[in-house]
């Protein structure tokens, strides 16, 4: 059967796509011109020997078509559609598996990708894969942090240390009997002093009254 009556069936059974038959991932795809992207297709049903590629190029709608890219056929391999760039596609199999490359892609590649079977009596399709080519990436914008506000600890506040011997009323009292005694001491002191020097006082006056001679005479 000829390509455009792939597109004429396509379009016509468009309503058929999004079968378990076929799953495809990953759902959404976004690249940056000029790089490859693969796409993947798992066909549920181990007897599949030839699954085909389509491409959407604008939005699902009642007016849209499917254009035929590609199919692979376990005897040919990859077989292409007539006027697509047979050095940008390349579809291959691995078990269940099956998988479309897109080489060096460009603004005009977007849209959504069907990988299909033919079944009995209809056509089935897979989920799709909707594929966005930008000239350059956006940029994934960081989380803003949360400034977590500080907590305010209360401190309570340190008794102040004072320096030296801590003066108890034990040592208040020793230091008081202390200084008593030594009060009394100079008190007794000063005491026995006066008297020493009043008997000194009169034992000269004595001398100046009476003359060694007459003391020699008293002791006489």
Not at 126 to 138: F, R, Y
Request: charged share 20%; hydrophobic share 40%; glycine share 4%.
């Amino acid at each position: 059967m000829r390509p455009r009556m792939w597109l004429l069936l396509a379009a016509q059974l468009a309503a058929l796509r999004g079968s378990s038959v076929l799953q495809q991932t990953p759902a959404y795809i976004m690249v940056q011109t000029n790089q490859m992207v693969t796409l993947s297709c798992q066909a549920i049903s181990s007897s599949t020997t030839r699954i085909y590629w389509l491409r959407q190029r604008q939005a699902p709608s009642s007016d849209s078509h499917h254009e035929f890219l590609a199919f692979w056929d376990s005897s040919k391999g990859t077989v292409h559609s007539e006027g697509v760039e047979q050095e940008k596609i390349a579809v291959f199999r691995d078990g269940s598996w099956f998988f479309l490359n897109l080489m060096r892609v460009k603004l005009a590649d977007s849209g959504v990708y069907f990988c299909m079977v033919i079944g009995s009596p209809s056509l089935i399709f897979g989920t799709g894969t909707q594929l966005s080519v930008v000239d350059i990436l956006p940029t994934t914008a960081q989380p803003t942090k949360k400034s977590t506000p500080k907590k305010t600890v209360c401190r309570l506040p340190r008794p102040e240390t004072r320096k030296g011997p801590l003066c108890s009323p034990i040592t208040l009292s020793l230091l008081v009997a202390g200084v008593l005694v030594l009060l009394v001491s100079l008190g007794v002191a000063i005491h026995l002093y006066c008297r020493q020097r009043r008997a000194r006082l009169r034992f000269v006056k004595h001398l100046r009254l009476y003359p060694l001679e007459e003391w020699s005479r008293l002791d006489y």
